[in-house]
Each structure stands twice: as structure tokens, then as C-alpha cells.
């Protein structure tokens, strides 16, 4: 057999992040989206999950991450911790739909205001006839 394969230097131990370096990637995966790089293309460079994303997610949201030392022992959150995760989820998305709604009324005011002023203008066009 030969030695030059992808496992020719035996198993490689499992990666293991700290809660800083969660945070980090958590952040780092974030700005790709956001900016438009893909977080797909974030992951496949850092080696990472989806998966992975989306637990640290919940314990981020859960505020399970902050204050941790490197070496400290996450755990999985308790019903408090995680109902504070999924009410900041809804906060979230809440906010998100308030803001579009809050635009479109914008929108929509606008839209209004234009039309009046197109009709009183019309109206006062010599070639305008009132029924």
C-alpha cells in the first residue's frame, strides 16, 4: 500500500472550537452573507458546516457562549435559555416584518400624495372638462 493517500498520516484528531471562536465564525459567516461573498463560500474555505452554524446560533441566542473560557464546558441550554433564544428569534423576525411593513406605507403614502397632485394639476389644464 501506499503511503501518499489523504489519510497517509493516520486520522487526524477532531476539531474542536472555542466559544470565542464560535462567536468569531458565527460573525465571519454573517458579514459573507451580508455582503454578498456567500456564506456557502465562507464555510467551504473554513472547512465548517451548516449544521455547525446553526448550533452555535441557538447557543449564541441563548446566551450560553458569552462569558465562556477557553476550556469551559458549553452544555446544552435549559428551557429558560433556550425560550430566551426562540423569543429573540421572534423579536427578530418581528422587527424585520415591521420595518418592510413601515416601508411599504411609505411607499404608499408617497404613491398617494403623487396622485393628488397629478389630479390637481389635470384640473387645472384648459382642455380639462369636469362631468
Known amino acids: 500500500m501506499s503511503n501518499s493517500g489523504p489519510r497517509a498520516g493516520g486520522p487526524t484528531p477532531r ?5 470565542a471562536q464560535k462567536l468569531a465564525h458565527l460573525d465571519a459567516y454573517q458579514r459573507a452573507c451580508d455582503d454578498g461573498t456567500g456564506g456557502g463560500a465562507y464555510l467551504r474555505a473554513e472547512g465548517l458546516y451548516s449544521s455547525q452554524i446553526t448550533e452555535w446560533r441557538k447557543l449564541r441566542d ?4 458569552e462569558g465562556k473560557k477557553p476550556g469551559d464546558k458549553i452544555g446544552k441550554p435549559t428551557a ?3 425560550e430566551i433564544g426562540r423569543l429573540r428569534r421572534q423579536l427578530e423576525v418581528s422587527e424585520r416584518k415591521l420595518a418592510r411593513t413601515e416601508a411599504a406605507l ?3 403614502e408617497k404613491a398617494r400624495l403623487l396622485l393628488e397632485d397629478i389630479s390637481e394639476s389635470a384640473e387645472q389644464q384648459p382642455w380639462y372638462k369636469k362631468p
Open 15 to 19: 476539531r474542536s472550537f472555542t466559544p
Open 62 to 65: 441563548a446566551g450560553i457562549l
Open 106 to 108: 411609505s411607499i404608499m
Open 80 to 82: 429558560e435559555q433556550s
